[in-house]
């Protein structure tokens, strides 16, 4: 079966043989200091927890995400005049602990904006990750327009895909609808897909924290509260309910479908 670079554009190395056998301190080395209060501390759902860590500038050094207590994969963050440059991303590789360098991600500016992501693994062969490169482009006044990703590598054993994203926003700075487009690498139209996004009016804590790695959530200012995909079979929809703290952050969110009903999928802590 052909798998999709999309799905593998993160990698998690989510191996069961590590995760029984090696135990790992997660312990927050976070700056608990008041000029850090209020920052994102750690997202947790099911067995898995996300920890963030802040420089003295207050920007986004890493992410350590884990599975009962394993650590399975660092993101570690570089910045260049205070702009965000470079992502090194670390997994466990070949059932070993500690995580090693898998592959990094550095971002090309033009002016303000980050306009071309190029992705770079540690090492090739048929058990390398495949990581995708990305190109983005924006309004005059500095709003994202498209981003699109594709697989530099053409492996057999995957899709090869160019996938080309075209955003819309509302007046309160939230993609309310991407079109995304497929092409093979004859760049022949595979597919054509919209999903529409709603929000609440409350600050979303991923907004422009380290890398775009979902740009949804990145370039969003607000919560989403539904989700509209559009399929073949017809809508597909999802919707998010919050709990939120004084200053109006989630600190618990809730996903209802047609599987579940108000399912309690994370929840938040701050600094």
Not at 70 to 90: P, Q, R, W
């Amino acid at each position: 079966m052909r798998k999709s670079i999309f799905a593998l554009f993160f990698v998690f190395a989510l191996v069961s043989a590590v995760l029984s056998s090696c135990k790992k301190d997660t312990a927050a080395e976070g700056p608990d200091k008041e000029e850090f209060k209020g920052k994102l501390k750690t997202v947790s759902g099911d067995s898995y927890l996300t920890t963030y860590h802040y420089n003295k500038e207050g920007l986004a050094q890493n992410k350590l995400y884990t599975v009962d207590g394993n650590e399975l994969t660092k993101f570690s963050y570089a910045y260049l005049n205070g702009k965000f440059n470079k992502v090194e991303v670390y997994t466990i590789q070949n059932y070993s602990i500690p995580l090693s360098l898998a592959f990094s991600r550095q971002y090309h500016y033009t002016g303000n904006n980050f306009t071309e992501m190029i992705g770079t693994p540690v090492s090739t062969g048929p058990n390398a990750p495949h990581v995708a490169n990305g190109r983005y482009t924006y309004d005059a006044s500095g709003r994202l327009l498209t981003y699109e990703y594709w697989d530099p590598n053409e492996d057999p054993m995957y899709v090869y895909e160019y996938q080309v994203n075209h955003l819309t926003f509302d007046n309160n700075g939230n993609i309310i609808t991407v079109v995304t487009k497929t092409y093979d690498k004859d760049r022949n139209l595979l597919s054509t897909g919209e999903t529409k996004y709603e929000y609440d009016d409350k600050p979303n804590p991923y907004y422009q924290l380290g890398e775009p790695e979902d740009v949804l959530v990145y370039f969003s200012r607000n919560n989403c509260v539904k989700m509209t995909m559009s399929t073949s079979t017809g809508d597909y929809v999802e919707q998010y309910n919050y709990e939120y703290n004084a200053e109006g952050k989630p600190v618990k969110k809730y996903k209802t479908t047609i599987y579940n009903v108000n399912k309690l999928v994370n929840e938040f802590t701050y600094y």
